[in-house]
């Protein structure tokens, strides 16, 4: 019993702070030398929690405590910001005309500039309005952006919380590379070509303005709650296991949870976008931690059904921002989250992104922010449609070819994979076979396995093949195909 003391009493100190003014100075914490079970008894006591690693947390306090905190025994409470707020009028003091955060306004102006510019391959939607009456915009690009075509969609989000700019920036960035890629770039049109991409890269644009504009701090959106105290924290809002845990019944807290599940706007837009739309895949960007998160949130205790394959492509991410994967109870249990919702009402492989280092990185950092990210981005759209139609370049002559000829082609290119041509169109050759090899199983026949029988079962090609219709496979049972 009494080692728990020490947290009981950290955890009063901090209880204290959930009801002080909103506009009161706020100082960065770091909580060191605590257990995982008493770092996530901060998270289900609902505090502000942006970062968490090996037996430390850092918690937003107000000034005015921070140094009361010091004293309390059980943690070593060090500093890592003092003064939040001269922190980020330092962070916008550096920004210049080409590195410079994103507002709603040029955000807005941004994405309207790419629909006149591109208008075959992308159109902007309102998806709902905010408490403050803005809309929160949606950017749709697709080869035929009117037409909802029968290919695979992904969604990739921006902005849950307010002071987290850099989040808007990675999906603004994968807009761009996209588009002005297509007809250039063979991926880039490939993608465009054979996916159906919504981006919304300022889901919360009242708590986004008001941050940039007001407390720069602020985290939630800007409801107005009975007590008059204002805000929800959208990603506590969400269907799935609302309010059951990581969240706050106070409406002053910032992770406070909202009246009842969906009761935000922004949260509406997203379930009835993904009711609509059918994600494959989904990724919320967020800060910060350097992280990649999947689901389950709301409890450290057991795995999802398709743990492996979140895992899987957690890694293939990882490889290209160096950010560490794992399942986002790891980091703490919360419940009400865009991952989760996502992952159990529609079986959509929903992933969370916690960008650098900290909320707010220094403007110079935005450009090798996204850098190392819109490949990772990339990287997932991709896959998002390894169970369905492959259509890359040349998918025609892919799809036209007899089964032994598809085969034999794969071991003619199998050799050559280290050049370039030979190694694209090897890829889309495996693929191309593995979508066979995985219908021909639900129709119960075997020309494709009677066809790479006849080749050495070692050979990295043909395990590569198989890799791929497991693959596959996995993502019909996950969204329910046959």
Known sequence: MSRCRPAC???????????????????????????????QEYARQGYDIPRQGPGFIEVVVE?????????????????????????????????TADAKYFTYQTMLDALKGYVEKYPKICRLESIGKTFENRDI????VSDHPEKDEAEPAVMVVGDHH?????????????????????????RMTRLVDSREIWFIPMLNPDGMTYSQTKDRYWRKNRRKNADGSFGVDPNRNYGYKWALIGSSNYPNSDTYHGTGAFSEA???????????????????FHSYSELI??????????????HALFAKFAGEMANFNKYTPQQSSDLYPTGGDFDDYLYAEHKSLSFTFELATTFIPAATQIAPICAANVPAVLHLIDK???????????AATLASLDTPSAVAALADLAPFAGQEDAAARLSALQAEVARRLVAERAAGTSEVADALAKLPADQPMVRAVRQTAAQMQSFADLHGEK
């Open 9 to 39: 009493c950290l955890l009063a100190v901090l209880l204290a702070l959930t009801v002080t003014p909103v506009f009161a100075a706020k100082t960065l914490v770091r909580l060191e030398g605590l257990s995982q079970a008493q770092m």
């Open 63 to 95: 000034t005015a405590e921070a140094k009361k905190m010091a004293a309390v025994r059980g943690a070593r409470v060090s500093t890592v910001i003092a003064d939040l707020d001269k922190y980020v009028s330092e962070v916008r003091a550096g920004e």
């Open 137 to 140: 915009w949606a950017l749709k």
């Open 162 to 186: 307010s002071r987290e700019w850099i989040s808007v920036e990675v999906p603004m960035a994968t807009i761009k590379a996209l588009l002005e890629g297509y007809g250039a770039d063979e």
């Open 266 to 284: 922004e949260t509406q837009a997203i379930r009835d976008l993904a009711a609509r739309e059918k994600f494959s895949a989904d990724i919320s």
């Open 293 to 306: 998160l999947y689901p389950w949130s709301f409890t450290s205790d057991q795995q999802c059904e398709h």
């Open 384 to 394: 998002a449609g390894t169970y369905g139609l492959v259509t890359p370049a040349g």
